[in-house]
């Protein structure tokens, strides 16, 4: 959209997403989803904010609601390996 931005980017903006990694305090199921369709669930860990009061522990909910795979991934694989932990 900006042409001071544009002009020395390489790719486009969401192709950068790989670089990053998302935490789940989103405090939206349907948020969360988008999250990690956008960013793709191997992006995505498990995050709550303590100790701050606006923690969002719902996160641990997704194990209910989406593919067991999924959710080991997001709820700690992922944090695991980005951490080198077996």
């Not at 390489?10 to 999250?35: A, C, G, I, Q």
């Not at 995050?47 to 209910?64: Q, V």
Request: charged share 30%; aromatic share 10%; hydrophobic share 45%.
């Amino acid at each position: 959209m900006r042409e001071e931005t544009s002009s020395v980017a390489k790719r486009s903006p969401l192709e950068y997403l790989e670089h990053f990694f998302f935490d789940t305090v989103v405090f939206d199921p349907r948020s969360l989803d988008f999250l990690i369709e956008l960013a793709g669930p191997e992006h995505v860990v498990f995050g709550t904010d303590l100790p701050f009061d606006m923690a969002d522990l719902s996160a641990r909910r997704l194990a209910e609601r989406v593919d067991g795979e999924l959710a080991q991934r997001v709820l700690g694989r992922n944090a695991a390996a980005l951490y080198g932990l077996q």
